[in-house]
């Protein structure tokens, strides 16, 4: 039989020894905090928010669970270049009615050309492109001079009489890029400030999920126009942090303005965002303008938290 009283006595020396030093170690530990609680989506918003001295504006949807985020979401922003995705919309529609195809040519003139972004500038006079190249240079690099020729052939007041068939009647082509060829919108009052185009937030993304939901002329239509804004090339903003997750976008810049409008596919589900950045008061044409990184970190935000 083996001597259990002094294996007894063994363990007893060795707790008595080890014990009092791990309580010890533990009266000298830092006591450990709670953990906070998560912020809400509201609070992580207004914290990335918060200091910048600019106007934002925030309207995100989550398609697939129907969650819903807005930030001063249904007031009237200037869109600069992100009209253009009504535009391409409006393009559509009128290509379905037979109003034009895709195949007719138009040829460009010097005075034709407009400056700011796009290669159609560089190009000769005389050159002749689709409707089709026309509509992807428009919003795959931005294109202005493309997207004055797309205005020729489908005038803002076409587009505006589009979107109101399209419940988006806040959402206004004003003039062609450069002041010219003026819509009808462009003379109410209410209208002055916006320049090129105005919108809201909504509006945009309701446009963007009904393009990703194939609501728009048709679901053929809506899958061309999808691919479209995937290949659009400024991805300064909504998916500069999004490494690895697929974006469909187009963005919009001015001076003292930076906005974002698309459809992210997260984990989460299809989330379309729109995110203005106005009155920013500094001029910066760098990729690090406050208004991308500040649109960069929402669109992370939303991406993970509707």
Request: proline share 5%.
């Amino acid at each position: 039989m083996k001597d259990v009283t002094g294996l007894a006595r063994l363990v007893f020396i060795v707790a008595s020894l080890v014990f009092p030093v791990l309580a010890a170690d533990a009266a000298r530990a830092p006591a450990r905090s709670a953990p906070s609680a998560k912020l809400t989506l509201d609070e992580q918003v207004g914290a990335a928010i918060r200091g910048f001295r600019a106007k934002v504006n925030i309207y995100a949807k989550n398609i697939d669970s129907g969650r819903t985020f807005s930030y001063l979401g249904d007031a009237r922003v200037r869109t600069a270049s992100t009209i253009k995705v009504p535009v391409l919309a409006a393009a559509y529609a009128a290509v379905a009615e037979g109003r034009a195809t895709w195949d007719d040519r138009v040829v460009l003139r010097d005075e034709d050309k407009v400056a700011g972004a796009g290669i159609l500038p560089e190009l000769s006079a005389g050159d002749s492109f689709t409707l089709r190249g026309l509509s992807h240079l428009m919003i795959v690099l931005s294109d202005n001079t493309a997207t004055n020729l797309m205005l020729d052939h489908f005038p803002g007041d076409f587009v505006n009489d589009w979107a109101d068939s399209m419940g988006l009647p806040n959402t206004r082509v004003l003039r062609k890029i450069g002041g010219a060829s003026p819509s009808k919108a462009a003379y109410e009052p209410k209208n002055a400030p916006y320049g090129l185009g105005v919108s809201t937030p909504r509006e945009m993304v309701t446009l963007l999920e009904k393009i990703e939901l194939g609501q728009i002329v048709s679901p053929e239509a809506s899958k061309e126009i999808v691919v479209i804004l995937k290949r659009q090339q400024d991805r300064n903003g909504i998916p500069r942090k999004l490494s690895g997750v697929e974006v469909a976008n187009k963005t919009g810049a001015l001076d003292h303005l930076r906005s974002d409008v698309g459809i992210v596919y997260a984990r989460r589900g299809r989330i379309v965002m729109s995110i203005t950045c106005d009155d920013i008061p500094q001029v910066d044409w760098s990729t690090d303008n406050p208004g991308y990184t500040h649109i960069a970190r929402i669109a992370e935000i939303l991406a993970k938290g509707l």
